[in-house]
């Protein structure tokens, strides 16, 4: 048979089960994953000889099983060897994927996703033998191309239930061809010799060549022979949500709007496009359909990043002479910062590079500043000095991927570029404290300075939630002014005093006090019943607004300041340090009181009674450390 998949072996290789660590790294959000890796590969593959943006579609359909090339090679040939294999090796992972197999392949129809590319070179020689028979490295065209590792190819297999992906491609330099790839599992490929062992990995081309000249469209339409690209065709795509297409949409303006606002990506979907021109109505209409947490908090981030690239109010900074000792840094206009005041802010900073692709959100700019923000690196040399700190799925980067003569000099760049984006925040957008304070209508009880005076008690703690904004009647005596920690209670008893939250005792009679004896004692057995009792943590951090005020750091003490959207028996509050580079430890908490709630300490984890919805509550903290430190809070509601 002139064509047919063809299993590589050979003697006394290493069997492969099911656990593949490339396609293991993409399950976990295989939508997203597979989104944002096609369309970095399509983008990375344009055609640099003219200014057309790449074109990528998304479309499903259904095939008969039968119509996979050559099927029976594969049902009755390799799938049961490779049964009987893992089978005596008592694998029961393998097994279960192959059971999973055979399902899938005895069915009448399987899903098929075709993701196709213009306006790219296609799969010529070099990127061909890449993609197909590499493992582990990369050709792209040019050096500042998205990807570099090589890992994200197997995103496709992560959505086949198969794990087989067919390639289709019209190359700028060779003729087109095409080919099926399978990744599959290892078995014994000769029954007279146990040690010839078959690799993972079959193709499905023409025998004495690694692909099948010609095209392959499964029932879909032929390339024109000036239509240049790519299509991939991802055989049994396992069952996926119906909200798929706004999946890819969501995916795509997350990880590519700076792509798209350039014009250098216009994205289908069946018949919904994506491109300049209508991006905004796009984000508009992913409003509309159930997300998860997660995807709630990637549409948030998309607004905020969209009104900073789009608001005619943004702010635009390029690098400052600190840049200048970088030898791959050529000009202070290689990088540039967009930032944006807004109400609804996510203080975070998109950062990105020549591609445009998202790299990560770059968070603990700043606690109190409202602002969004988006970093681009544009100029060619630094775009490939942080291409080579990315990690495999290109959304981090580490001096760890460094190499080793460079990464003290990476570790240098992040450090400076992260002091950048703090400072030009602060220069762009701080205000004074009497400013800060007046605007959320604080002034008349919350004591910033101790009687020290000095400067660095102005300096708030870098808590990442802020206090969603309140009303509080203006008062219209002299503002009081404390001078300690301990005589500020007067002023803030005035303040709850406004706010309807009475913190003094109804009633000091004698019959009171009866009455506090035997509730003292019936509480007591209670809480002996309490000590049994099973608890439940469940994060609550996003339903409280949360600020942190330092009093007096030299003596350790912190004001924290809850506001919560939500009512709740009881929670416990967690204070940690946050260092520059995001990592957190947790902090050790001497003290705690409160004028608003009961409270209770144990091993520096805060627990708080009775939270109102809308209610302050204010609690006074003392730390292990006498600097001033940046921390963040988090908080668990408990649950009995």
């Known amino acids: 048979m002139k064509n047919n998949w063809v299993f590589p072996h050979g003697k006394d290789l290493t069997p492969r089960g099911v656990n593949d660590p490339a396609i293991n790294s993409f399950l976990d959000n295989v939508i997203d994953s597979l989104t944002r890796e096609v369309i970095q590969n399509s983008l990375d593959a344009k055609i640099r000889e003219n200014n057309n943006p790449v074109i990528v579609s998304f479309e499903f359909s259904k095939i008969k099983t039968n119509d996979i090339p050559k099927i029976n090679r594969i049902s009755e040939f390799a799938l049961p060897k490779a049964e009987e294999f893992w089978r005596k090796k008592g694998n029961a992972g393998t097994i279960d994927y192959l059971n999973s197999f055979r399902e899938v392949l005895e069915s009448d129809e399987i899903r098929v996703l075709k993701i196709s590319d213009f306006n790219t070179y296609g799969l010529n020689e070099r990127s061909y033998d890449a993609l197909v028979l590499g493992n582990g490295y990369t050709e792209k065209i040019d050096e500042n191309a998205a990807g570099s590792k090589g890992i994200g190819k197997a995103a496709p297999f992560a959505i086949s239930d198969l794990r087989m992906v067919f390639y289709n491609t019209v190359p700028t330099e060779v003729k087109p061809r095409h080919v099926g790839v399978m990744n599959f599992v290892s078995f014994n490929f000769d029954e007279k010799d146990e040690s010839i062992i078959t690799q993972e990995r079959a193709l499905f081309q023409e025998k004495g060549i690694s692909y099948i000249p010609g095209q392959i469209s499964f029932n879909s339409k032929n390339r024109e022979d000036n239509q240049f690209g790519t299509d991939i065709f991802i055989l049994g795509v396992r069952e996926i949500e119906d909200d798929w297409e706004k999946k890819i949409l969501l995916s795509t303006v997350n990880n590519f709007l700076v792509s798209i606002l350039d014009n250098k990506l216009i994205v289908k979907v069946n018949d919904k496009c994506l491109n300049e021109e209508n991006v905004k109505e796009i984000i508009e209409e992913l409003a509309d359909f159930k997300k998860t947490q997660e995807e709630n908090k990637i549409f948030k981030n998309t607004l905020n990043y969209f009104d900073a690239l789009t608001n005619e109010n943004r702010k635009e900074f390029n690098l400052d002479e600190r840049f200048k000792k970088y ?249 940690n340090y946050v260092g520059e580079d995001g990592s957190a430890l947790e902090a050790t908490i001497a003290e705690v009181k409160s004028t608003t709630n009961k409270v209770k300490l144990k091993d520096s984890q805060i627990r708080v009674l009775n939270i109102k919805k809308n209610t302050l509550t204010l609690l006074d903290l003392k730390v292990d450390s006498s600097l001033l430190l940046k921390m963040e809070g988090r908080i668990y509601e408990v649950k009995v």
């Open 327 to 575: 030898p791959f840094i050529n000009s202070e206009n290689d990088g540039k910062l967009i930032l944006l005041k807004r109400e609804d802010a996510n203080r975070s900073i998109l950062q990105t590079r020549i591609s445009g692709m998202k790299i990560y959100d770059r968070k603990n700019i700043s606690g109190n500043i409202l602002f969004t923000g988006v970093f681009r690196a544009v100029g060619t040399d630094l775009d490939k000095f942080l291409k080579s700190l990315e990690n495999t799925n290109h959304t981090d980067w580490s001096p760890d991927q460094a190499s080793t003569e460079n990464r003290k000099l990476a570790r240098r760049l992040l450090k400076d570029l992260f002091d950048w984006f703090k400072e030009t925040v602060k220069g762009a957008y701080e205000q004074s404290v009497d400013e800060v304070i007046d605007a959320i209508g604080m002034s008349d009880f919350l004591p910033l300075l101790t009687d020290e005076g000095t400067g660095e008690e102005q300096k708030e703690s870098g808590i990442k939630k802020t206090i969603d904004s309140i009303k509080i009647k203006r008062n219209t005596k002299k503002n009081l002014s404390y001078s300690s920690y301990e005589n500020s209670e007067e002023g803030i008893d005035s303040v709850l005093g406004e706010l309807e939250l009475d913190t003094t005792s109804s009633s000091n009679s004698k019959s009171k006090n009866k009455k506090s004896v035997k509730k003292k004692s019936v509480l007591q057995r209670l809480n002996l019943r309490n000590r049994l009792r099973k608890e439940e943590l469940v994060e609550s951090t996003e339903f409280f607004g949360i600020k942190l005020v330092a009093l007096n750091s030299k003596e350790g003490l912190y004001r924290c300041i809850l506001k919560p959207k939500n009512s709740c028996k009881e929670i416990e509050l967690r204070i």
